[in-house]
């Protein structure tokens, strides 16, 4: 396995071993109980978006539950510091290492003990896969400007009415508003007698 010369991974083994542990964390996702028990593969983690970075090497992930969503705390380990070959942002797509009896919805009596370890960093094709199958649910996937028209619908505004409205009862069909306008005009219209409703 390649070293820098202070000892540390090279950055393209960093990636090989992200791939690797991503690779296997997908096809055992897609494995059934039966297939996992039969080649004694477990089902310790689960797949998270980074919602925040909190800064010295962690941060906040979203994980599925019944209720929804639920953030938890989760480290970058220093296999996966290096920006460059494995670059975690908010909107990246992890599997963090809970433990096989992890239960979503039951949160511990202290959550200054709730850390977990990011275990992979899963590419774009993948998570479209897991998608795909339902393994992961629509809101991972979706963009932060999308999520907050989703959840703001009420502050995108309004949308306006382009039905129109006949209000010149008067005005002949043949004639435009602006014909009207000048008609008026013409006939010693004073300022007080325009009807704003007609500018």
Not at 109 to 128: C, F, N
Not at 169 to 193: H, N
Request: aromatic content about 6%; overall charge negative.
């Amino acid at each position: 396995m390649p070293h820098s010369k202070k000892g540390r991974l090279a950055g393209g083994a960093r990636k090989e071993i992200n791939e690797s542990r991503a690779s296997e964390a997908v096809a055992i996702a897609f494995m059934s109980v039966a297939e996992r028990a039969r080649k004694g593969k477990v089902l310790d983690f689960v797949f998270g978006r980074v919602t925040k970075m909190t800064g010295a090497n962690h941060v906040r992930v979203a994980i599925a539950c019944k209720r929804g969503t639920r953030e938890v705390a989760a480290r970058i380990p220093n296999i996966f510091a290096r920006r460059g070959a494995t670059p975690i942002c908010t909107r990246t797509i992890v599997s963090i290492y809970t433990g096989a009896d992890f239960d979503p919805d039951a949160r511990s009596e202290s959550t200054a003990v709730e850390h977990y370890d990011i275990t992979s960093i899963l590419t774009d094709r993948q998570v479209s896969d897991l998608k795909r199958a339902g393994i992961i649910p629509e809101w991972m996937t979706t963009s932060d400007v999308e999520q907050s028209k989703a959840g703001k619908a009420d502050e995108l505004g309004f949308e306006w009415d382009y039905t129109v409205v006949e209000d010149d009862k008067d005005v002949p069909s043949e004639f435009s508003r602006k014909d009207a306008r000048d008609a008026a005009g013409a006939a010693g219209a004073s300022d007080d007698d325009v009807d704003i409703d007609d500018i």
